[in-house]
């Protein structure tokens, strides 16, 4: 069965700072990975994904994550944040007949 | 282009109730998914529904259960409600399922709370 680990469940940051939210996965064979964001009061949506090649990925909102196969991780990452990214963000894989399976979740606030 | 709709959107029940949620996908897509959300388990797949069949299914009990229609409406049931099941619902929906290449698209839940 395929599992996913967010190692922050809880990250606070200041304007500008550079984000980076650790996320492992278990399963040994293909593997599609997402990122998910739910903004305080909105749906689930995704901010990128990745299925085959390049393994850095861009998303919407200046977000990026690298997809590093030996390590069995896709960490996010944005260089600069805003007061308007503090959201709950998810990690997810897809690899077989489990559906999405998510990780429990980084709470990110970002204060002014 | 309307995006995934659930319905209703809070719910409270006793425990020993049945309830029902509906959800209707984004026009096209077939695939319809269901999570449970809940602040100790995080979001878990529940199963998915595609051309009016169960595609996959997560480690729920039987009291959960599912239905597609012919034009890819999903409802999920859960029977005999326990305080456990208190969570949010939420519903996918995708061109082609979770085995797919392909993005899922979220509804905004229903908020179910077993008194």
């Known amino acids: 069965a395929q599992s996913v680990s967010q190692h922050n469940h809880h990250v606070i940051l200041s304007e500008a700072a550079s984000l980076e939210l650790g996320c492992n996965y278990s399963?040994?064979?293909?593997?599609?990975l997402f990122w998910y964001v739910q903004y305080p009061g909105q749906h689930l949506q995704l901010l990128l994904k990745y299925f085959s090649g390049d393994p850095l990925v861009k998303g919407i909102k200046g977000f990026e994550a690298e997809f590093i196969k030996s390590k069995f991780s896709f960490n996010l990452r944005k260089p600069s944040v805003q007061w308007s990214d503090t959201a709950e963000y998810f990690c997810a894989v897809n690899g077989g007949a489990d559906g999405l399976t998510f990780g429990k979740g980084t709470h990110l606030i970002i204060q002014p | 282009k309307a995006g995934v709709t659930q319905t209703p959107r809070y719910l409270i029940k006793t425990r020993g109730q049945q309830v029902t949620l509906s959800c209707s996908p984004i026009s096209g897509h077939r695939s319809v998914s269901w999570y449970q959300q809940t602040p100790g388990q995080g979001l878990q797949f529940l199963f998915e529904y595609f051309s009016e069949t169960q595609r996959n299914k997560g480690n729920f009990p039987g009291r959960f259960s599912g239905r597609q229609f012919s034009n890819s409406r999903s409802e999920m049931n859960v029977s005999t409600l326990e305080l456990g099941d208190s969570a949010l619902y939420l519903c996918?929906?995708?061109?082609?399922?979770?085995?797919?290449?392909?993005?899922?698209?979220f509804g905004p839940g229903t908020r179910l709370t077993v008194l």
């Open positions: 996918a929906s995708s061109l082609e399922g979770t085995s797919g290449l392909n993005e899922q698209f």
């Open positions: 399963y040994g064979g293909t593997v599609n």
